[in-house]
RNA sequence: GGCCCCUUCGUCUAGCGGUCUAGGACUCCGGCCUUUCACGCCGGCAACACGGGUUCGAGUCCCGUAGGGGUCACCA
C-alpha cells in the first residue's frame, strides 16, 4: 500500500513556519516512497471568510514547492478536502458510536460538569467524570429531555486497562485509559468536534502516517479509541518535536513577536526585512509581516529552497555533516528515524546562513528577475523594468557579486538608480569623509576633472588613473577613494569603486562629485558660522 | 497539580559501550586578504544537567533527581 500523509491547516490567514516544518516532513515522507501527500483543510470552527483565510496557506506552500496531490483547488478522489462539507460524515460517525455503545448523550450542563472538575480538584482527586447526566436509553434521554435538558454526545472512555501508542519516533508511549476523559465529541447543536473529525478524516482519506507535532501526542488515545471503536484501522503515528522560540524551548508563536523581538538575532532579521517593506512600502504589520510566518521570507526575498533546507535540518539531520540538500537529495535521504527526539529553537542567523548561501550561488539572470520586483515596487524602475534598466541591474548584480543576500538587498543600492539630483549623502560618512579632511574637497575637484577626461571609462583604467593621480598629488588610495565613494553613491558602504564608477559612467560620476562639492562648500559655510 | 514527552558547545546537531583528549554547522573572537562593506581562507573559544548503578570500560544501557516543554475545552 502507498503511503499517504496529510497536513491539515486551519485557515487562520497565514502560514507559520513550524506549520511548513510539518508539512515538509509529511510531504517527504509520502513523496519519497512514490505516495500522496493530501491537503486537509480543518475548518469545522467555521468562521466566515475560509477563502479568504486560505488563500494566503495555499500560497505559502506553492511558493515553497511543497506540493499537494489532493485537496483545495485540485480536488481528489475523496472530494470534499474541507471539513466543513463533510459534517455529516462526522455525524454519521458519532451515531454509529452512539449505536456500538463507545460513545454516550449526556445531559449534564457545563456548570454542573464544571462543577465536578472542581470538587475533584479540591479533594486533589483524579476528576473523572461520574456519568450522572448519561443517556443510554431513549427513556433516560426522554426523562432529561423532560427536564428541558438538551445533550451532547461523549465517549465512553474505557476506565480500566492501558492506551499504548507504538509512535514511529517515540517509541511505545503508554497511557492509562482511566485518566482519559469522556471527552465530548458532538455539541449541543449538532455539529462535531475536532478529535472525531481528524479520525474520521484520516481513515475516509486512507491516511496512513499520521506525521504531526508532539503536542498532539497526548490526544492521541482518544483518537485511538475512536478510531478503534468504529472499526478503522489506526494508521502509523508520528510525533515530531515542535519548533522553538529563539532562545528557548517554548512553542514558537506568531503573537509573541514582541517577545521575540527582544533577541537580538530575531530583531536583525526583522529589522532587516523590515528595511526592504518600507521601500517598497509594504505595512509591516506584526501580524502579517512577521518572521514567524512565510510569507516574510517571500516579501524581502528569500529563496524557498533555503528556507525549506534550513527547515529540513530543524529536527532531521543525515549525519550530522551534511547541510545543503537539494529537493531530490532530501527525498532520497530523508527517513522518520533520523528525526530528532526534543524540540528545536529557530536561529535566525542560521537561516540567513543559508540564504546566504542559496543565493550566492543563484544564477545572475535568476537573482536579476528577483530583485527587479523590489526595484518596480520602491519605484526605482520603470513598472514593468525597461530592457536598459534590466541591462544596468545586471551590471550592478554582478558587481555586487555576494553582497545580495536576499533580494531585498537590491534597495542597498537605490543610489544607482535615483537622478543625480535626488542623491542623498549620508550624514556620518559624508561628515567623516569629505567634510573632516582639509584636502578632501579639493582632491575631488582635481578628480572630477580627471574622470571628465579619461578617455576609456572603464573600472581597470579607472584604476590606473587613480593610482596615477596619488602619485601627482604624493598621497595614498585611501585618503581619496573614501570620498569618492561617498560622493557618487552617498554611502560608504559597496563593491569596489572602480566597478562603481563604471557602472554609473562618466556623466553620473562627474554630476555627482560636483553636486557633493557643492553640498560641501554649503556646510563649511554653515559650520564658519 | 495529574499524565506524557524531552535533556551533548549560546543555537542546530553527530554520537547507537572502547576508534570521544566528544566531530560538523551557525554565531562569536583572533589573523590573512582588502579602497569601504561583504565574501573567501586560516586559527581559536565553547557541551555530554546531576546522582547512583550495570560493565574491565558509559555521552552511549538502567534507576532516581533536577530542569525544560506539552497536554488536561461543547478550540483546532
Redesign the pocket.
Known amino acids: 500500500m502507498s503511503i499517504r500523509t496529510r497536513f491539515?491547516?486551519?485557515p487562520t490567514g497565514y502560514l507559520h513556519i513550524g506549520g511548513v516544518r510539518t508539512a515538509l516532513f509529511n510531504w517527504l515522507l509520502a513523496k519519497q516512497a512514490g505516495g500522496q501527500f493530501i491537503l486537509r483543510i480543518?475548518?469545522?470552527?467555521?468562521q466566515r471568510n475560509v477563502g479568504e483565510a486560505l488563500q494566503p496557506i495555499l500560497d505559502g506552500f506553492r511558493w515553497l514547492g511543497i506540493d499537494w496531490d489532493e485537496g483545495p483547488e485540485i480536488g481528489g478522489p475523496h472530494e470534499p478536502y474541507f471539513?466543513s462539507q463533510r459534517l455529516d460524515k462526522y455525524q454519521a460517525a458519532a451515531k454509529k458510536l452512539l449505536d456500538s455503545g463507545h460513545a454516550y448523550r449526556?445531559y449534564?450542563?457545563?456548570a454542573e460538569?464544571t462543577a465536578e472538575?472542581e470538587a475533584a480538584?479540591k479533594e486533589?482527586r483524579?476528576?473523572v467524570y461520574s456519568r450522572k447526566w448519561m443517556a443510554e436509553t431513549d427513556k433516560q434521554a426522554a426523562a432529561f429531555e423532560a427536564e428541558g435538558r438538551?445533550?451532547?454526545v461523549?465517549l465512553k472512555m474505557p476506565r480500566d486497562g492501558v492506551c499504548r501508542i507504538d509512535?514511529l519516533?517515540?517509541?511505545?508511549?503508554?497511557?492509562?485509559w482511566a485518566?482519559e476523559?469522556d471527552?465530548?465529541i458532538?455539541?449541543?447543536?449538532g455539529?462535531?468536534?475536532?478529535?472525531l473529525?481528524?479520525v474520521v478524516d484520516d481513515h475516509d482519506f486512507e491516511i496512513t502516517h499520521v506525521v504531526r507535532?508532539?503536542?498532539?501526542?497526548?490526544?492521541t488515545p482518544r483518537q485511538v479509541f475512536i478510531a478503534q471503536s468504529l472499526g478503522y484501522e489506526l494508521p502509523q503515528y508520528a510525533?515530531i518535536?515542535?519548533v522553538?522560540e529563539?532562545?528557548?524551548?517554548?512553542?514558537l508563536?506568531k503573537r509573541k513577536i514582541d517577545k521575540y523581538l527582544n533577541n537580538k538575532?530575531f530583531k536583525r532579521l526583522y529589522q532587516s526585512g523590515a528595511a526592504v517593506a518600507e521601500q517598497i512600502g509594504q505595512a509591516v504589520d506584526p501580524s502579517t509581516f512577521n518572521p514567524v510566518l512565510v510569507d516574510f521570507y517571500r516579501d524581502i526575498g528569500f529563496l524557498p529552497d533555503a528556507l525549506v533546507n534550513?527547515l529540513l535540518?530543524?529536527?532531521?539531520?543525515?549525519?550530522?555533516?551534511?547541510?545543503e540538500f537539494s529537493r531530490e537529495e532530501m527525498l532520497k535521504q530523508f527517513s522518520l528515524d533520523?528525526?530528532?527526539?526534543?524540540?528545536?529553537?529557530?536561529?535566525p542567523?542560521?537561516?540567513?546562513?543559508?540564504q546566504?548561501?542559496y543565493m550566492?550561488r543563484f544564477h545572475l539572470k535568476h537573482k536579476a528577475k528577483m530583485c527587479t520586483g523590489f526595484l518596480e515596487k520602491a519605484g526605482l524602475v520603470s513598472a514593468p523594468i525597461e530592457c536598459e534598466e534590466l541591462a544596468y541591474l545586471k551590471q550592478i548584480l554582478e558587481a555586487?557579486?555576494?553582497?545580495i543576500?536576499m533580494a531585498g538587498d537590491i534597495l542597498n543600492f537605490d543610489t544607482f538608480f535615483v537622478a543625480d539630483d535626488d542623491l542623498e549623502f549620508e550624514e556620518k560618512?559624508f561628515a567623516k569623509r569629505l567634510l573632516k579632511p582639509d584636502q578632501a574637497g579639493f582632491l575631488l575637484g582635481e578628480f572630477r576633472k580627471l574622470l571628465a577626461t579619461t578617455p576609456e571609462f572603464v573600472?581597470s583604467d579607472l584604476?590606473q588613473v587613480l593610482h596615477g593621480f596619488c602619485e601627482t598629488h604624493g598621497i595614498?588610495?585611501?585618503d581619496i577613494?573614501?570620498a569618492?565613494?561617498v560622493a557618487v553613491t552617498g554611502?560608504?558602504?559597496?563593491?569596489?569603486?572602480?566597478?562603481?564608477l563604471e557602472v554609473l559612467g562618466r556623466e553620473r560620476c562627474v554630476n555627482r562629485i560636483e553636486l557633493a562639492l557643492s553640498e560641501l562648500e554649503k556646510r563649511r559655510g554653515q559650520t564658519v558660522e
Open positions: 491539515a491547516p486551519s480543518d475548518d469545522t470552527d467555521a471539513q449526556d449534564a450542563t457545563t460538569v472538575r480538584e486533589k483524579e476528576f438538551s445533550c451532547v461523549r509512535d519516533i517515540r517509541g511505545e508511549v503508554d497511557f492509562e485518566r476523559q471527552h465530548v458532538q455539541r449541543a447543536d455539529t462535531c468536534l475536532y478529535h473529525a481528524t507535532a508532539v503536542e498532539h501526542l497526548s490526544n510525533h518535536p515542535f522553538a529563539p532562545g528557548s524551548k517554548n512553542k508563536s538575532d534550513y535540518l530543524l529536527g532531521w539531520s543525515l549525519d550530522g555533516e551534511t547541510e533520523r528525526v530528532v527526539k526534543s524540540e528545536a529553537s529557530f536561529d542567523q542560521k537561516l540567513t546562513a543559508f546566504g548561501r550566492n555586487a557579486d555576494d553582497r543576500g560618512p573600472a584604476e595614498q588610495p585611501g577613494i573614501h569618492i565613494r554611502k560608504a558602504a559597496g563593491f569596489g569603486l572602480f566597478d562603481t
